[in-house]
Nanobody, 118 residues
Framework: QVQLVESGGGEVQAGGSLRLSCAASGRTLSSTRMGWFRQAPGKEREFVATIMWSSGRTLYADSVKNRFTISIDNAKNAVYLQMNSLKPEDTAVYYC???????????WGQGTQVTVSS
């Protein structure tokens, strides 16, 4: 089992920045793939970014590439999403997720709201 708790959401003007945090606990995370997803009102949940806990290898959705950065703090068992140059279309509930080795994203946090005003 993996427990995930997100924080850091809020409201910001277009062009601003926010940093989301995800505190992870539970099973060994060293071989886990961590991810951030988001869901806007009336839309399906979509992939934002992933990172391998062991290697730090990252992958981003085209819509956030060069604006968002996913990172890990091993000492704190935390995953972060630094979001810069925010746009109104980034408004969504953001979710942290964990995928154990060989599995899909089975563990999810409760989500944190990000609102970007124009």
């Amino acid at each position: 089992q993996v427990q995930l708790v997100e924080s850091g959401g809020g409201e910001v003007q277009a062009g601003g920045s926010l940093r989301l945090s995800c505190a992870a606990s539970g099973r060994t995370l060293s071989s886990t793939r961590m991810g951030w997803f988001r869901q806007a009102p009336g839309k399906e949940r979509e992939f934002v970014a992933t990172i391998m806990w062991s290697s730090g290898r990252t992958l981003y959705a085209d819509s956030v590439k060069n604006r968002f950065t996913i990172s890990i703090d091993n000492a704190k068992n935390a995953v972060y999403l630094q979001m810069n140059s925010l746009k109104p279309e980034d408004t969504a509930v953001y979710y942290c997720a964990a995928a154990p080795p060989g599995s899909k994203f089975d563990y999810w946090g409760q989500g944190t709201q990000v609102t970007v005003s124009s």
